[in-house]
C-alpha cells in the first residue's frame, strides 16, 4: 500500500460507501455548521470552510445539503454548540490512536470512547500520550486521467510547495505542509487536474506492523467502532497491515 496513512488506504478499500453516506453527511455537515459559525460563510475568507466544502464535494454531498448546513450555522437555525476536542489512546498490540471529536456532551462522549477502548483491546489514554507521534500535513488526492503525465503533476506540486509525491493505482497523493496546503491544492486546481479529496490529516512518524491475523481483526473492529462512533470525525491510527495480509481478511 503506498501513501502516508495505513488505515486510510484500508478505510478506502473497506468502505461500504452506501451504508455509511448518511452518516458521513451528518459528520460533515456538522464541520460545516462549525466552521461557518467560527469564521463565516465565505469560502474564499473562510480557509477551514472551504477545505470543509472541497470534503463534502469528495463524497458527494450534494450542494443543496453543504448551503443548506453553512446558511443553518450563520442564520441561527442550529443552537447546538459543538465542542471540539482531541482523544488519544492505544489500540491492541500498542498502536498509537488519536481522534478529533466534536461533541455537544464532552462527558458522554468520554464514556463511550473509552468503553469502545476498553472492550476492543484498548485503552483511552492521557492528553498528550501519543500526540506527538504524529505531524499535521495536508493531503491531495488527485485521480489521475488518460494523458496526465505523473512527472508532470511531481513537479507542479513540489514547485508549489508540496512535500512529497507519490502514485499508485491511478491516483498522485500529494503530501504538504499546513502552511502550503491552500497554495498547492488551488496550483493544482487551477492546472485542470481533478482533485478527488483534499484534507488536513495527521500522519504518523513511525508505523507498528501487526502480521497476526487475529490482532489485524481487534485492530480493524477497533477502528470501524471508532469511526462510526457520531461524535468522531476522524480516526488516525500509526498501524500497517501488509498488503498479503489484508487480502486474506477480506476474503
Keep these: ?12 478499500k473497506k468502505a461500504k460507501a452506501d451504508e455509511k453516506r ?4 451528518t459528520k460533515i455537515g456538522r464541520e460545516l455548521m462549525v466552521a461557518a459559525k467560527e469564521g463565516g460563510p465565505d469560502p ?11 470534503k ?7 450542494n443543496d445539503n453543504i448551503m ?36 455537544d456532551n464532552r462527558n458522554r462522549t468520554a464514556g463511550e470512547i ?10 483511552l489514554g492521557e492528553t498528550g500520550c501519543v500526540a506527538w507521534m504524529f505531524d499535521n500535513k495536508g493531503v491531495i ?5 488518460e494523458g496526465d503525465d505523473p512527472d508532470a503533476i511531481l513537479l507542479e506540486a513540489i514547485e508549489a510547495g508540496a512535500e512529497d509525491v507519490t502514485v499508485d493505482d491511478g491516483i498522485a497523493e500529494i503530501i504538504t505542509t499546513p502552511e502550503d496546503f491552500d497554495t498547492v491544492r488551488d496550483t493544482l486546481s487551477g492546472a485542470g487536474y481533478n482533485i478527488e479529496s483534499a484534507e488536513y490529516t495527521k500522519i504518523p512518524q513511525n508505523t ?14 477497533l477502528m470501524d467502532l471508532l469511526e462510526d462512533h457520531d461524535d468522531v470525525q476522524d480516526v488516525y491510527a500509526n498501524f500497517d497491515i501488509p498488503e498479503e495480509l489484508m487480502e486474506q481478511l477480506d476474503q
Excluded: C
Excluded at 474564499?44 to 472541497?54: D, G, H, M, S, W
Design 56 to 62: 463534502a464535494k469528495a463524497v458527494n454531498m450534494p
Design 208 to 221: 507498528i506492523e501487526i502480521n497476526d491475523p487475529e490482532q489485524a481483526k481487534q485492530v480493524l473492529k
Design 114 to 123: 473509552r468503553h469502545i477502548f476498553s472492550r476492543n483491546g484498548g485503552s
Design 22 to 25: 448518511g452518516k458521513i453527511f
Design 141 to 145: 488526492n488527485l485521480k489521475l486521467n
Design 44 to 54: 474564499e475568507a473562510n480557509p477551514r470552510l472551504k477545505t470543509v466544502i472541497q
Design 68 to 103: 443548506r448546513n453553512i446558511q443553518k450555522a450563520v442564520g441561527g437555525g442550529d443552537s447546538t454548540n459543538y465542542e471540539e476536542a482531541v482523544y488519544e489512546g492505544y489500540g491492541p498490540g500498542g498502536v498509537a490512536v488519536l481522534l478529533n471529536i466534536m461533541t
Design 1 to 12: 500500500m503506498a501513501g502516508h496513512s495505513k488505515w486510510a488506504n484500508i478505510k478506502h
